[in-house]
């Protein structure tokens, strides 16, 4: 099922963020038509190095990840001619998605005013840092500043006495996030769109996403006067629950017990690490004893778990009557049952990519390879109606690629 087919975006961006509900949008069946700087393209093109991991060649990751399934074309807007394609492709699209500054947008002439002179029913899509309001929101931001550092998200999974903060968990984490708020609240302006006929400015931060995404925790700060605390490293997990933790197997492996009754669960745990017995001690029998005795349940969770590999506990639990989870790596991911089930990650072109998490009608959207740069140019080119000789006069003169 593709429910966005028929529909075509505009994507004007850079970097993870915008270019990731573009991604999303692509999956979803629309025909988003990437365009790139006339002689760099995305500067994304040129990340090679994440940490200590490089890619060398291509296909990179670090540009497949955000653009998959589109269309690329190569303009410089700072000239007439540049101008005047991209606003002869905006005539043709139901949505302009733009990552760029207000300063930008009006030095291009891409503002929502100027796209709606030439397309007034277009769907009109901002990505930013902080919002656009206020005394920020003409600044620019990644997902490391707005989304990790101020919405909240480092301070509050960082423990005590760690030094700074823990950094995001992997690249484009803020990114993807707030990509896919973005890609909903286009497809709900569409759909406004299609009963009213009426077109909507939407926009999504970074920052707003991250406070999102922390929401929960942030209700509890503001009501209760005091922030959320991350435990100290090492710490099992909740405080009067043995069965809300991570518990060590015996090669070097973890998993993650989230059991929130644990008096419905007690027994059902003791009888899957052949402790029976546990079920019926006078310290675990209801959940008020088994709150005063966490610490005694954790030591003798700890101790027995710890007697297996997860390999073993993975074959025992599949019984289990409680939420439970290995803890995996980001290479795990990738060899796990489940998510291969799901067709979670799924292969575009000569690499796997993971699919953004909407499925339709119990099927894996359809995904495919980012284009190389500017690839599709000549071919966007003559969907507009131009012929041969006017797409020379216009990679002659600097204006497309």
């Known amino acids: 099922m593709k429910p966005l087919a028929g529909f075509r975006v505009l994507e004007v961006a850079m970097y993870g963020f915008v270019p990731s509900a573009g991604a999303v949008l692509a999956e979803w069946g629309a025909d988003v ?7 760099v393209g995305d500067p994304q093109r040129g990340l090679r190095q994440v940490g200590p991991m490089r890619v060398e060649g291509d296909p990179n990751p670090n540009i497949e990840h955000a653009n998959r399934g589109k269309r690329s074309i190569g303009i410089d807007m700072g000239t007439d001619e540049g101008k005047d394609v991209l606003k002869s492709l905006a005539r043709t699209a139901d949505v302009f998605l733009t990552s760029f500054l207000p300063d930008a947008r009006t030095r291009f002439r891409i503002d929502v005013d100027d796209i709606r002179a030439v397309n007034p029913k277009i769907v009109y899509a901002r990505g930013s840092a902080f919002g656009p309001r206020g005394l920020e929101s003409d600044k620019g931001g990644y997902d490391m500043t707005a989304f990790w550092a101020r919405a909240g998200v480092a301070a509050t999974i960082t423990p005590p ?3 700074g903060m823990i950094p995001p968990p992997g690249p484009a ?6 990509g896919t708020n973005l890609a909903g609240g286009i497809t709900a302006a569409l759909l406004h769109r299609e009963r009213t006929g009426e077109p909507a400015l939407v926009d999504v931060s970074l920052l707003g996403s991250g406070l999102w995404a922390l929401g929960h925790g942030i209700a509890l700060s503001a009501h209760l006067g005091e922030p959320m605390v991350a435990p100290p490293i090492g710490a099992h997990g909740a405080p009067s629950n043995p069965l809300v933790g991570v518990y060590a197997t015996a090669d070097d492996r973890y998993l993650s017990f989230v059991m929130m009754q644990p008096d419905k669960y007690w027994a059902d745990v003791c009888r899957h690490i052949d402790r029976p017995e546990l079920a019926d001690d006078p310290r675990f029998v209801d959940v008020e004893q088994i709150a005063a005795n966490t ?9 027995a778990i710890a007697t297996r590999t997860l390999r073993d506990w993975t ?3 599949a019984t289990l ?3 439970w989870a290995p803890i995996q790596d980001s290479l795990q991911v990738t060899q796990d049952a489940q998510i291969r089930a799901n067709e979670y990650v799924l292969r575009a072109g000569e690499l796997e990519l993971v699919s953004n998490p909407v499925q339709f009608d119990v099927a894996a959207p359809a995904t495919g390879p980012a284009p190389a740069f500017a690839a599709q140019t000549d071919e966007i ?5 131009l012929d041969w000789e006017r797409i020379i006069e216009l990679k002659t003169a600097g204006a497309v690629t």
């Open 381 to 385: 080119l003559q969907e507009l109606g």
């Open 315 to 317: 074959e025992r639990f």
């Open 295 to 303: 610490d005694k349940a954790v030591a003798i969770l700890r101790e």
């Open 33 to 39: 038509i990437k365009v790139e700087h006339a002689v």
């Open 161 to 163: 006495g760690v030094e």
């Open 173 to 178: 984490f803020g990114d993807t996030i707030s």
């Open 321 to 323: 009557s409680g939420p």
